[in-house]
């Protein structure tokens, strides 16, 4: 059963538009959420986080949403940029895991046109 | 800057070989993991330690083993390997015991013939 999911295997932007990236989640004790952007043979990189006690996190040009009435968190890249064209991760935590293990969605491809 | 480093970004063996897939971190972190990321799969989770000598199975264990000796290396075993075990291998190390993030190493593409 997948815990994560990003149901948009691929998203397609002009240069300058906005990129909403979303992700859904069905365990209820998740309590952290992060987003990871990945280049082909390349590792993940952390890109940005979002507690369950927020709504809302901004930093630079990426702000994550958190509904969590909804069990749905998105990624609003505002301008998109050729280089933020990746692999865009969105990963949760449980609450009170003593291991901190991330569960991953799927992932979505941003394709960001010139 | 944390740094998590593996030891190959490439490797190709041969069906029934052992192969290790060695992975190190520089932050004295807790936790580490080894995910593979298989197209249309996203990043599945193979196994995690919280300690030295400590290890768990997560999502996808089967054909896998780990060990981790010293706090720093954390290390993944192919006891035979096949073909569907080629794949992109991502090791993660944490800080335990609180919410942060994790970091990657730069991935190693293992294919085996």
């Known amino acids: 059963d997948q815990q994560v999911k990003q149901n948009s295997p691929s998203l397609s932007v002009q240069e300058g538009r906005i990129s909403i990236l979303n992700c859904d989640y069905t365990?209820?004790?998740?309590?952290?959420f992060l987003w990871y952007k990945k280049y082909p043979a390349e590792g993940p990189t952390f890109l940005i986080s979002i507690s369950s006690i927020k709504d809302k996190n901004e930093d630079g040009r990426f702000t994550v949403f958190l509904n969590k009435s909804a069990k749905h968190l998105s990624l609003h890249i505002v301008p998109s940029q050729p280089g933020d064209s990746a692999v865009y991760f969105c990963?949760?935590?449980?609450?009170?895991?003593?291991?901190?293990?991330?569960?991953f969605g799927k992932g979505t491809l941003l394709t960001v046109n010139p | 800057d944390v740094k998590v480093t593996q030891s190959s970004r490439y490797l190709v063996k041969r069906t029934g070989e052992k192969v290790f897939l060695e992975c190190v971190q520089d932050?004295?972190?807790?936790?580490m993991f080894w995910y593979r990321q298989d197209p249309g799969l996203g990043l599945r989770l193979i196994y995690f330690?919280?300690?030295?000598?400590?290890?768990e199975k997560g999502d996808i264990p089967e054909g896998y083993s780990v060990s981790r000796e010293k706090k720093e290396r954390f290390s993944l075993i192919l006891e035979s390997a096949s073909t569907n075990q080629t794949s992109m291998y991502l090791c993660?190390?944490?800080?335990?015991?609180?919410?942060?993030?994790?970091?990657f190493g730069q991935g190693t593409r293992l294919t085996v013939v």
């Open positions: 330690s919280y300690d030295v000598k400590m290890k």
């Open positions: 932050m004295d972190h807790e936790n």
């Open positions: 990963a949760a935590n449980v609450l009170g895991g003593s291991n901190y293990k991330l569960t």
């Open positions: 365990n209820s004790m998740f309590d952290y």
């Open positions: 993660a190390s944490s800080l335990g015991q609180v919410n942060t993030e994790a970091f």
